[in-house]
């Protein structure tokens, strides 16, 4: 699997000086520095916002920015993205980095509880949502979203293979695994939205609101 990752990461776009940077950052720093998108995801992530041409994206979990950059990468001038982090111990790091980066005029982080803040937006705002919170809250974020998204929008929800769990039964505390199950199970019979899952890294759900 390795092999083939890396033949694929040498075969697309280089990563961005800036990005290489934060991501290797986050490994030396940080516990979890593997949350990170990364090359692959985040050139993804790029061509995405690339073709579908939002004009206003949101995205729950920033971590680093990384992912945050690579969506301000793809919009277009006049377009935006809000980035909301629950963890306020790391917001010193994100705003580094978003300084670091000609493309920061574009994003705005919001620092709070995805919950909450997303209840303030009016219904159909964004054209794409990048979802990466905490997968316990999946099913109840994506419910909040989907009013959020406008007829015709997307949502891209990350980490739904969950590094294979969800083909195991979960133990009875592990509630990330019971959360991304309980989204992925009425994610398939939710007839509002059409889906695909992509077998990329950890598992990219790509949901289109009809």
């Known amino acids: ?10 075969h697309i776009d280089d990563e961005p000086e800036l990005l ?3 991501y290797r950052d986050a490994q030396v720093k940080l516990l979890h520095g593997g949350m990170s998108s990364g090359h692959l995801q985040g050139r993804i992530l790029k061509m995405l916002v690339q073709m579908i041409r939002p004009s206003r994206v949101l995205e729950i979990g ?4 990384y992912s945050a950059l690579c969506i301000a990468e793809g919009l277009e001038d006049d377009a935006s993205v809000d980035t909301i982090e629950i963890d306020d111990e790391m917001e010193e790091i994100i705003r580094d980095n978003f300084s670091r980066s000609s493309l920061s005029n574009r994003i705005k982080l919001i620092i709070g509880d995805a919950n909450e803040v997303v209840s303030e937006y009016d219904d159909s705002t964004f054209d794409l949502v990048f979802m990466d919170g905490n997968k316990r809250d999946y099913l109840q974020l994506y419910e909040k979203i989907l009013t959020k998204t406008k007829q015709g929008g997307f949502i891209i929800a990350d980490n739904t293979l969950w ?11 592990d509630w990330q695994t019971k959360g991304i199950l309980e989204f992925n199970d009425h994610l398939k019979s939710d007839n509002r939205v059409e889906k695909v899952i992509l077998a990329v890294r950890d598992g990219l759900t790509l949901i ?3």
Do not use: A, C, V
Request: no cysteine; glycine share 6%.
């Open 208 to 210: 289109r609101k009809k």
């Open 1 to 10: 699997m390795d092999s083939i990752e890396d033949y694929i990461i040498q």
């Open 62 to 65: 920033t971590y680093t920015g």
């Open 20 to 22: 290489k940077q934060i």
């Open 163 to 173: 590094h294979g769990k969800i083909l195991e039964e979960p133990r009875s505390n």
